[in-house]
């Protein structure tokens, strides 16, 4: 007994300076490699004796171990130190999950999608769909209604006559016409309110003012879209028969002797068709007959009697206005509106070169704009 006494005695204290010599080279190596270490989290328990802060069990490669009061034997592999984590511990070193299936699990519940989901979504998809294509074209037929009901209204007022649409044309008319004796006669014809059903002819030479008493008519008209432009064949011209886009003025220009069939075929179907409407038909001819290139025979009786009588036992009233070739003061008139148009500066050798090329090329005032631009360019 005694022998095993002291054997025992030996053992726990060889057992005690071996622990105390771990203990050296632990905390020596431990100081060293703390730093590297310590963020290696190997799990996370809860203390039992609070709910509200958490105590981390933190398992590190190489740890100092903690002295035990006793002489209890100490296995070095079961010490695990405790460390007490605050709240700014927790926020600057956040915990990051070791465990791999933790993070496939997240990850296939990522990409997991749910049928029902996706059905629904697509099933809403649809119905947006659907109901921006009502609503735009519930928007483009209130639109188009609006629009018809508003030209309707406008179209049947009682101040939609002859006399309203023809005034600012009027005016200009009588500034910018020269050299025609019937430009007055023309002028209260054009505003008169009888008959609702006009028609009116202008024939006569080339550059004589005909196009540009049409171009000042055309640019007052106050609506631009109930004007119709036409010209020969007239045999294939084709109207929309709707009421509301029946036209108001109708402009049929390079006429000749041998439209003139044509022209009183257009003019019965229209009158038919336009019946109680206000509208007012102008057509330009020009009777030319060429004995060689260089004499014209005009003969203004000769050619409204030929007009007349293409009309006879037709039941259409028709105002022919002849345009005869411009005089030297009446291409001076037609000069000086074309230099205040054009804001340009003519002396009067510049001015007297205008009308010498006008005469020459037996043209009018819509052509005398041109010559200024020219000449009046060319000296500055």
């Not at 109901?131 to 939609?160: A, D, G, H, P």
């Not at 030297?328 to 054009?342: M, P, Q, T, Y």
């Not at 007297?352 to 005032?365: D, F, Y």
Request: hydrophobic share 35%; aromatic share 10%.
């Amino acid at each position: 007994m005694q022998c095993n006494q002291e054997s025992f005695i030996r053992n726990t204290t060889s057992m005690e300076d071996q622990l105390e010599h771990m203990e050296l080279e632990s905390a020596s190596q431990s100081t060293e490699e703390y730093q590297e270490e310590a963020g290696t989290i190997k799990s996370v328990i809860f203390s039992k004796k609070t709910s509200l802060r958490p105590k981390l069990k933190i398992k590190f490669g190489k740890q100092k171990p903690e002295k035990r009061q006793g002489t209890n034997s100490v296995n070095e592999d079961n010490i695990t130190p405790i460390k007490k984590w605050k709240d700014d511990d927790i926020l600057d070193n956040p915990i990051v999950p070791s465990d791999s299936s933790v993070i496939s699990t997240a990850d296939s519940c990522d990409k997991y999608e749910d049928p029902q989901a996706k059905h629904a979504s697509k099933k809403n998809f649809v119905l947006c769909k659907r109901y921006v294509k009502r609503s735009m074209f519930l928007l483009l037929l209130s639109t188009i209604l609006v629009t018809f009901i508003s030209v309707y209204l406008y179209e049947n007022q009682e101040t939609r006559k002859h006399s309203n649409d023809f005034a600012n044309a009027v005016v200009e008319l009588k500034e910018r016409i020269h050299g025609h004796n019937n430009l007055q006669k023309f002028c209260e014809y054009l505003q008169s309110d009888v008959p609702s059903f006009k028609v009116i002819v202008l024939f006569g030479d080339t550059g004589v003012g005909k196009s540009y008493t049409v171009d000042i008519i055309r640019r007052n008209f106050p609506r631009k879209y109930a004007i119709r432009q036409y010209f020969p064949p007239l045999k294939a011209v084709n109207d929309i028969n709707l009421p509301l886009l029946y036209p108001n003025l109708i402009i049929l220009e390079n006429l000749k002797k041998h439209h003139l069939t044509d022209f009183v075929n257009f003019l019965e179907t229209r009158r038919d068709m336009y019946k109680n409407r206000f509208v007012t038909i102008l057509a330009i001819f020009n009777f030319e007959d060429l004995i060689d290139l260089k004499i014209r025979i005009r003969n203004q009786l000769h050619d409204e009697a030929v007009i007349k009588n293409a009309f006879f036992n037709k039941n259409i009233d028709v105002e022919i206005f002849f345009y005869e070739s411009l005089n030297e003061n009446a291409l001076e008139g037609c000069i000086i509106d074309a230099i205040k148009e054009s804001k340009l500066t003519l002396n009067e050798k510049q001015f007297n070169l205008v009308k010498e090329n006008l005469l020459i090329h037996q043209a009018g005032c819509k052509r005398a704009y041109r010559y200024v631009q020219v000449i009046g360019r060319q000296h500055e």
